[in-house]
């Protein structure tokens, strides 16, 4: 069952009592435990092998840096745990003691199997399109999410009822899941697909339990998480994703810390610099990658006006938000390096430092691809916009038969060009499965084409305007980690290519680079980069790390019970 | 001390009985291929042991003058306070000469412990080991590292039993840590068949002189107490066979420590190129074509693991051998619970801890033939469902990384090493699931065979001829899950 969210401001939020450490905080019902937590000005949730503290960073359910301990169950991520009853948290270490225990086996027999008509892996902005589209054209459709909500990423609902009410992003997302609902999509929520395999197979766990979807045809829409940003600092608690701290908001309504800085490339930065300046937090400042924009940019501005003056309009909005919190705007300028201070952090940006208690980074995106990847639908390297491109036809039907891929998974394109390629997959792939696409549904198709050629303009010229360079060997010193799971420090990725090891696969097995809980996620694209850059060869869907399950950790005795 | 009579007793009954010809050549020099003046294994097998579990840190390891530059304390702390910006290259990236004296195809363990010990054992350094991808890429850095020698049958626990007492002192060999870990090593029994095939093993092994016997459940739950000892359950335990000496290694480092030792004498080790025909003159090689190159050359050995056919089509040999993916996965990171190996052929699985805490736990064969490298989920949920009956611990554990590899499995599940039809080239796979601990033996005797042009001893009862003679060596029950 879909959450449905009734728009009424109660004037009491409920609060839920929950222990941490021995201490007693008030949770909101509904929020994320890494959100109570925040609130509480608690930062470090774990510790490393190393003996670091690691806190909230990606806030998404992928860098499984948040681990506590909820109730006894060891290593649960804080970000996707969601308060909804008292409960006993604890700090994590690094391999905990587990004690032997004998006795009659677990339930063991066949895994539960579903065969829905049409499997739609996400549930963000593209898979709900999807989903409304193959739906009017009579097809039987299952959405899967990991996370309790439907919306994904930029159709995040609120959680909790209080303070703040939904803003227009919030209701606009609402009326697509609503939408769905209504015209009978079956919504399957904390579904966390954790592998897929060839031909159209796919393994998850719900709940503690396995499940296995073999669907007639599939369309994958698992969207994007933050591309990892290696500076010094870059792992200390308080510092997380642009993403991470706009959940918190959009979600719980919580602030990542009173004082603020945010850095990065791209108008996602700005809008959280909007949205948390409206929720009372101090932001100092804005630091964007690329160059103050000049008059030469003007064509561009003008294109993005001409495609999409509506979010034109909301940019300059956030910009007239950010003036009224004065928070300034560095541009061409990236952060150099964080430090923990006595109250908080102390981010540098060249000269300048900053003290703060959050540092937001939002240096752009890496596609999720690693389901496409696993059941061999191909991809191309794009080197302008520096990742792999999922290689689909002009309705999104990849190279493998009944794979659909959309969104941000199949190479970023934000959420309305996500919704364009929704509406156009959801209807080729009914079709496909027997259903005509005639009268409106064609229309229907006409407006997607024409909307998704759009935004496509749109997207062009605003990372025209946003171009900048990517990361390299200079943001970070030798004891920067690359690799953050396995605490992995540039001086040892550099040792290893100095010694002359050409692959990443070779510098993986030397350094352990990559063989953490996130599956190389933040490092991989990173060693990629500078291999190629060593090696002088191109990157390709070959020169990065090879698609392996899990595409998350999954406990084992979850895959079989 | 054991192991080399075992080996010596082996090889006598062999010469005598097979080999009456060749013996009196062979044993001149003696049998340990010393025509050309290589060391004999069987004198390390005699050097003292290190005290303890395992090899010996790296600076404890004594001065040997053949290595150009050695891995020392020294030398990390320089490099630690430099950044290590100025590491010496493990091993050189060299363009493929125009010809070889031979030619090595597979930058697997297998292929390099050939060319280490073509070029030590035999002085033949004109010779290159070439990769399609990078060295130890393959099976060798996707395995399990168990290494054991309790096989069924003589010709098996020889070849096995010299790999494994090669591997005692390999680090010091190769002044390279290899990470052996002799921790101990038991096969459950969960059947009364298998009990019964166990101790039939058992007494094999005891007879061939190997240090082993048959413990209790007791005893099994004292050394495992992971183990699931409910006498109710499925598949309970009603013993074990253990071998104390069995253990593991460390996979990449025996890869890295052959590959560098081979570089400092000469050998091109050539990487990211693939064979991709091999040249002909009638019924013998005089060449391979490369994507990068023609490489002239009169003997290729061809260590190609899951690949072997392919690479033998080439020069129209064919092989009685499948392809199949064979799958493993590791848990997170817990404290140290358990110190030594365990199978459990029944439940077709197994088990050991890391020196990082991750509990690594391989698995079952895909049951068709494939080449895929990502393993099927049948595959896994089979051998999940069955360990975690066994080992109730791991169903708390998340698995954090699952991989596969392509293994080459033969009839009788032993390995075909030895001469093929063409001249000159030269074959040695067919080590199926559980060809990691093999590593030293295997690439001693086949550098020996290469060098020589007639099989090694020990290598005699692999060849391809057993096939057409009926001649197998019988794994398949000891090997059971043959890792
Ligand atoms: C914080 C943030 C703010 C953004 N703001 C804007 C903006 O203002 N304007 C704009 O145009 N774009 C914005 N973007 C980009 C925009 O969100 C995306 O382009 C858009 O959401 C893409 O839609 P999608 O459906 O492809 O992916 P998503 O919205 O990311 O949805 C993917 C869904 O798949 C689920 N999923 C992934 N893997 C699995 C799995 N293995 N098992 C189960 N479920 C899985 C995820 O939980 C998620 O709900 C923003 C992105 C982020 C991260
Ligand atoms: S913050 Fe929870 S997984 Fe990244």
Redesign the pocket.
């Known amino acids: 069952m879909v959450t449905v969210h009734k728009f009424v401001l109660r004037t009491h939020p409920v609060m839920i009592e929950i222990e941490f450490e021995c201490r007693r905080l008030q949770a909101r019902d509904g929020e994320s435990l890494a959100a109570t937590l925040t609130a509480h000005g608690i930062r470090g949730f774990r510790t490393t092998r190393r003996g670091a503290e690691r806190g909230i960073f990606c806030g998404?359910?992928v860098c499984q840096d948040c681990l506590v301990e909820v109730d006894g169950r060891a290593n649960e991520r804080a970000c996707m745990t969601i308060v909804d009853r008292p409960m006993v948290v604890r700090r994590e270490s690094f391999a905990r003691p587990l004690a032997p225990k004998s006795g009659r086996p677990i339930a063991s027999g066949e895994i539960e199997t579903h065969r829905p008509e049409l499997l739609i892996?996400?549930?963000?902005?593209?898979?709900?399109?999807a989903a409304v589209s193959a739906r009017r054209a009579g097809c039987a459709v299952t959405v899967?999410?990991?996370?309790p909500h439907?919306?994904?990423?930029?159709?995040?609902q609120l959680s909790v009822h209080d303070a703040a009410p939904p803003d227009a992003?919030h209701r606009e997302g609402a009326r697509l899941i609503e939408t769905a609902r209504e015209l009978g999509v079956e919504f399957e929520e904390r579904?966390?697909?954790?592998g897929a395999f060839p031909p159209n197979e796919f393994g998850?766990v719900v709940n503690g339990r396995a499940r296995r979807y073999l669907p007639r045809a599939t369309i994958i829409?698992?969207?994007?998480?933050?591309r990892g940003w290696p500076v010094p600092g870059w792992t200390l608690p308080g510092v997380m994703?642009?993403?991470?701290a706009?959940?918190l908001w959009?979600t719980a309504r919580r602030l990542p810390g009173r004082r603020v800085l945010i850095a990065g490339n791209g108008?996602?930065n700005l809008?959280?610099a909007a949205e948390l300046i409206g929720g009372g937090a101090e932001v100092l400042a804005v630091v964007e990658a690329a160059a103050k924009p000049g008059p030469a940019q003007l064509p561009a501005l003008l294109a993005m006006i001409a495609a999409a003056p509506g979010?034109v309009r909301?940019g300059l909005k956030y910009h007239a938000k950010r003036r009224s919190g004065r928070a300034r705007m560095i541009y061409d300028a990236v952060v150099t390096g964080i430090e923990k201070t006595e109250t908080g952090l102390r981010a540098s940006i060249g000269k300048e430092a900053f003290d703060v208690d959050a540092v937001c980074l939002?240096y752009g995106?890496e596609p999720?691809n690693?389901?496409l990847r696993a059941l061999g639908c191909t991809h191309d390297f794009d080197h302008e916009r520096r990742q792999l491109v999922t290689r689909c036809d002009a309705d999104g039907l990849t190279d493998r038969a009944g794979i659909y891929a959309?969104?941000?998974?199949?190479g970023?394109?934000?959420?309305?060009?996500?919704?364009a390629?929704?509406t156009l997959a959801g209807l080729a792939a009914a079709e496909t499965l027997g259903y005509p696409i005639a009268g409106v549904l064609r229309e229907l198709r006409e407006k997607a084409l024409a909307a998704r050629a759009r935004h496509r303009r749109f997207?062009q010229a605003l990372w025209q305007i946003h171009a900048a360079p990517g990361w390299s060997a200079e943001c970070a010193t030798p004891e920067t980690l690359i690799c953050r799971c396995e605490e992995v420090s540039f001086a040892a990725v550099d040792a290893a290519l100095g010694e002359g090891l050409e692959s990443l696969g070779a510098v993986k097995r030397r350094t352990r680079i990559g063989m953490g809980r996130c599956q190389g996620r933040y490092c991989a694209p990173i060693l990629d980069a500078l291999l190629a850059e060593r090696c002088g060869r191109p990157r390709s869907e070959f020169s990065g790390m090879a698609p392996r399950p899990p595409?998350?950790p999954v406990r084992i005795g979850d895959l079989v019970s | 001390m054991a192991s080399q009579k075992i080996i010596a007793v082996y090889l006598f009954a062999k010469l005598t009985k097979y080999n009456s010809g060749k013996a009196v050549a062979l044993s001149h020099g003696g049998i340990w291929a010393s025509e050309t003046g290589g060391e004999n294994p069987a004198l390390l097998i005699n050097r003292p042991r290190p005290a303890g579990r395992g090899s010996p840190p790296l600076a404890d390891m004594p001065e040997d003058p053949r290595m150009k530059s050695r891995y020392s304390i020294f030398s990390l702390a320089r490099n630690a306070l430099n950044y290590h910006k100025d590491w010496e290259r493990a091993w050189r990236s060299p363009e493929p000469k125009a010809e070889y004296d031979a030619v090595i195809v597979g930058a697997g363990g297998h292929g390099l412990a050939t060319a280490y010990y073509l070029a030590k054992n035999h002085k033949l350094t004109n010779i290159a080991v070439v990769e399609k991808g990078w060295l130890g890429g393959g099976n060798t850095g996707r395995n399990t590292t168990i290494i054991r020698s309790n096989y069924l049958q003589d010709a098996s626990i020889a070849i096995y039993e010299l790999a494994r007492s090669l591997y005692e002192d390999l680090s010091q060999e190769l002044n390279f840590n290899v990470m052996f870990s002799p921790r101990g090593l038991l096969m459950l029994c969960q059947t009364e068949h298998e009990f019964r095939a166990l101790k039939r093993t058992s007494h094999a092994n005891r007879l061939a002189g190997l240090d082993c016997r048959m413990i209790t459940p007791e005893e099994v739950k004292r050394l495992v107490p992971i183990v699931n000892d409910d006498p109710a359950c499925r598949y309970p335990i009603l013993g074990a066979y253990y071998q104390p000496r069995g253990g593991t290694g460390r996979h990449d480092a025996v890869a890295w420590g052959y590959a560098r030792g081979a570089d400092s004498m000469g050998v091109d080790i050539i990487q990211n190129c693939e064979v991709t025909g091999i040249l002909r003159d009638g019924d013998r090689v005089t060449g391979l074509e490369t994507t990068r190159g023609t490489i002239k050359t009169k003997k290729i050995g061809v260590v190609t693991a899951g690949h072997v056919s392919t690479v033998c089509q080439m020069a129209g040999v064919r092989l009685p051998i499948e392809s199949v993916c064979l799958q493993a996965l590791v848990s997170e990171p817990i404290k140290p619970v358990i110190d030594c190996v365990v199978m459990a052929n029944t439940v077709h699985g197994y088990i050991s801890q890391s020196d990082k805490g991750e509990l690594v736990i391989g698995g079952g064969a895909d049951p068709y033939n494939n080449y895929s490298q990502r393993g099927s989920f049948p595959a896994l949920e089979h051998t999940v469902t069955a360990l975690v009956e066994t080992f109730p611990i791991i169903s708390r554990l998340r698995m954090l990384r699952m991989w596969g590899g392509i293994v080459d499995m033969t009839g009788d599940r032993s390995p075909i090493i030895g001469l093929t039809p063409v001249e000159g080239l030269y074959v040695n796979a067919g080590w199926g699931t559980g060809g990691f601990k093999a590593i030293p033996g295997s690439g001693y005797v086949f550098a020996d065979t290469i060098a020589n042009g007639r099989p090694h001893p020990i290598a005699e009862p692999f060849g391809l001829h057993r096939f057409i003679e009926g001649r197998l060596v019988d794994e398949s029950v000891a090997a059971a899950v043959a890792h």
Request: hydrophobic share 40%; aromatic share 8%; charged share 15%.
């Open positions: 998404m359910g892996i996400g549930a963000g902005p593209g898979g709900l399109s899967v999410d990991e996370r439907a919306g994904g990423q930029y159709f995040k992003q579904v966390t697909v954790w998850a829409a698992t969207g994007a998480y933050e994703t642009t993403g991470a706009q959940t959009r108008p996602l809008q959280l979010l909301d939002g995106f999720a690693e389901l959309l969104g941000d998974c199949t970023l394109g934000g959420a309305r060009v996500a919704m390629q929704g997207q595409a998350k």
